[in-house]
């Protein structure tokens, strides 16, 4: 089986598919020119989306693609084949996204950045902090990582609760409820996570009239896709007092243009879209779990639906 990697980290993925597997011949260069010569004539592509979607561009296409990425939003653009087989990178980022999203949570309780504020100024700061023991977290967006970040807050006395496409009931969750029951969710939480991916009905989401329903002493968090959030309206909010904080990691453009607001937004600490980096140990893991699927006829884990996004 040939197998084209396109990643700006192919060497440490051809080192390690040689050693998985021997057998496969691996087909990898860090030459965009060369790399397009290879991806005429192999069937199996493991990569990026970004550098994926600009073989596509030039005509070539796999019979089966696994994304390096969660999220394959470049691979969805207009006049972009479908006719393939396309699976995105699940399984893998649980652990790293729930270590994100505890760090900031304690960090909130602690008031670590007020903290060192204060060290600047040579002050004294004695407060006593908070604690996450039942503290309420929405996560929006319960798939495959919200269900693995909600696992690692219950530990921590932390009540969570989702949103989905639809209401299930479903542990850990205390409830999950569906798209429509997110403005009351929002307004009885205390941390509102999102997690969902960039489609169109997640565009906009979180707009003036959701951050006027969030608590006044919330704490909201992005690590999904920038298109959910009205920037100009999470300011606003913050401004206005309508929640405590925001820790934006996903932003439209990235990396962020010198004047957008966000950059001196109060309350505002942008994280640089580094959340959840893809592990190439793990990744390499579930690239060959899929392959012997894909082999096999059988199925395939974090299998796109087109007509979804996801």
């Known amino acids: 089986m040939r197998v084209l990697i396109a990643e700006h980290d192919y060497p440490v993925y051809t080192q390690?598919?040689?050693?998985?597997?021997p057998e496969l011949e691996i087909l990898s260069t860090g030459d965009s020119a060369e790399l397009s010569r290879f991806a005429t004539d192999c069937p199996v592509w493991l990569g990026q989306p970004d550098l994926l979607a600009n073989l596509l561009r030039q005509g070539h296409k796999p019979a089966w693609m696994q994304s390096t990425w969660a999220g394959i939003t470049p691979?969805?653009?207009?006049?972009?084949p479908r006719d393939y087989r396309l699976t995105r990178a699940v399984g893998i980022f649980g652990q790293v996204m729930a270590e994100f999203v505890l760090t900031y949570m304690l960090g909130h309780e602690r008031e670590v950045l007020a903290r060192l504020v204060s060290q600047v100024e040579r002050k004294w700061d004695n407060r006593s902090g908070q604690s996450l023991a039942g503290r309420k977290a929405l996560i929006v967006g319960a798939g495959d990582i919200g269900v693995s970040v909600a696992q690692f807050?219950?530990?921590?006395?932390?009540?969570?609760?989702?949103?989905?496409?639809?209401?299930r009931t479903q542990a850990p969750f205390v409830e999950v409820g569906a798209m429509e029951d997110l403005d009351r969710l929002v307004g009885e939480v205390d941390?509102?996570?999102?997690?969902?991916?960039?489609?169109?009905?997640?565009?906009?989401?979180?707009d003036a009239k959701l951050f006027a329903?969030?608590?006044?002493?919330?704490?909201?968090?992005?690590?999904?896709?920038?298109?959910?959030?009205?920037?100009?309206?999470?300011v606003e909010a913050l401004k206005e007092g309508h929640l405590a904080g925001a820790v934006i990691d996903v932003c439209r453009q990235e990396p962020l243009p010198q004047r957008h607001p966000f950059w001196t937004a109060w309350g505002l600490l942008l994280t640089g879209h580094s959340s959840a980096p893809t592990s190439p140990v793990a990744m390499v893991g579930l690239f060959l779990e899929n392959l012997k699927a894909y082999e096999a006829g059988e199925q395939l884990r974090g299998?796109?639906?087109?007509?979804?996004?996801?």
């Open 16 to 21: 390690l598919l040689r050693k998985a597997a």
């Open 303 to 310: 299998e796109v639906d087109f007509s979804r996004g996801y």
């Open 75 to 80: 691979l969805l653009a207009e006049g972009l």
């Open 153 to 167: 807050l219950v530990p921590f006395g932390v009540q969570v609760y989702g949103i989905a496409s639809s209401a």
């Open 191 to 206: 941390y509102v996570i999102n997690l969902l991916p960039n489609t169109a009905q997640t565009h906009d989401l979180y």
């Open 213 to 234: 329903k969030f608590k006044p002493t919330g704490l909201f968090m992005n690590v999904g896709r920038g298109t959910s959030v009205v920037d100009a309206d999470l």
